[in-house]
């Protein structure tokens, strides 16, 4: 007589609620990792503001397309992509962080004011924006739960 053993699929909220606590207090390391990503382009020969802009393209694209390629992920589940789901979350979820960190920004400031406005605030609306990612991500957390717990049934 065979048993199979089963493997119990994680609580996707639940790591995304740990992860939020730590989302609050990692908003900087996200923005510095930003700046270096603006730093890099411009060293490239991409004008600042105009950096700042092709920043906010790609991670506008991201944010939108990674809850898909997740969701697609998750829809077509194996075992062996079952066993690494958490490693994964872990994965979009910091990547989805920092795609809406950068792209909510782009509503608060401004690649011109990013780069040559010294007013003591540059970069403090990244911060802000992170803040504001955190909810996003426990929705779609909410969502992917409910499309596993579908599957399951």
């Known amino acids: ?4 053993l089963t493997i119990k699929k994680p609580d996707l909220l639940k790591s995304t609620l740990i992860f939020s ?3 609050v207090f990692i908003p ?6 930003l700046l270096g990503f603006q730093m890099l382009l411009t060293l490239f020969g991409i004008e600042c ?3 700042w802009t092709v920043l906010w393209s790609l991670t506008v694209l991201g ?4 809850p898909f390629l997740f969701y697609q992920h998750i829809t077509t589940l194996t075992k062996k ?3 690494n789901l958490k490693t994964l979350l872990i994965f979009f979820n910091l990547f ?10 782009l509503f608060f400031t401004s690649g011109q004011t990013l780069c040559y406005v010294s007013d003591g605030q540059n970069g403090m609306e990244l911060v802000f924006t992170a803040w504001l990612a955190l909810p996003i991500l426990i929705g779609l957390s909410m969502f992917f739960k409910l499309i596993l717990k579908s599957k399951n049934e």
């Open 1 to 4: 007589m065979q048993t199979e």
């Open 21 to 23: 606590v730590v989302g």
């Open 28 to 33: 900087g390391f996200t923005a510095i990792g």
């Open 49 to 51: 503001h105009n950096a």
């Open 63 to 66: 944010a939108i397309t990674l």
């Open 81 to 83: 992509k079952l066993s």
């Open 96 to 105: 989805e962080y920092t795609f809406i960190q950068a792209s909510l920004a």
